[in-house]
């Protein structure tokens, strides 16, 4: 598991040069992709999901499951201590907004809608994750 609690600062242009466009709207401007425009989404391969600013393990591929909502999706972090959720009023609505604790990239939200044994869906950016096929834990 990656050190979580040795924060990651970095300043804005040292973001923008390290992330692709579409990771720094994302993980560092709190955007969202395309619902089905994520090759991760589609990833059926064992392996770890992580955080793809800073390399955090973020998620376990046997936690995702298909949520039909066009993200790739997870009923649990691989290590609870890898999130950080705050309130998210925007757009109209209220959301829980997901981060990882170690570089507060904004990953996408988490419902309370997902399957069992947690009940939770937590619904992420494909752009915001790198996957490393390996054997998960």
Request: aromatic share 8%; proline share 5%.
């Amino acid at each position: 598991m990656s050190d979580t609690k040795s924060k990651v600062e970095k300043t804005d242009a040292e973001w923008r040069a390290e992330l692709t466009e579409d990771q720094y709207r994302i993980l560092r401007c709190h955007g969202t992709e395309r619902a089905g425009t994520s090759p991760l989404n589609d990833e059926k391969r064992r392996g770890i999901f992580k955080c793809a600013a800073c390399g955090t393990e973020l998620f376990a591929s046997d936690t995702k499951f298909e949520s039909g909502t066009g993200w790739p999706s997870f009923y649990a972090p691989a290590d609870p201590n890898a999130v950080d959720t705050t309130e998210d009023r925007s757009l109209f609505m209220v959301r829980t907004e997901v981060h990882c604790r170690k570089c507060g990239g904004h990953l996408g939200h988490v419902f309370d809608d997902g399957p069992n044994p947690t009940g939770l869906r937590y619904c992420i950016n494909g752009a915001s994750l790198a996957f490393d096929p390996k054997e998960s834990k």
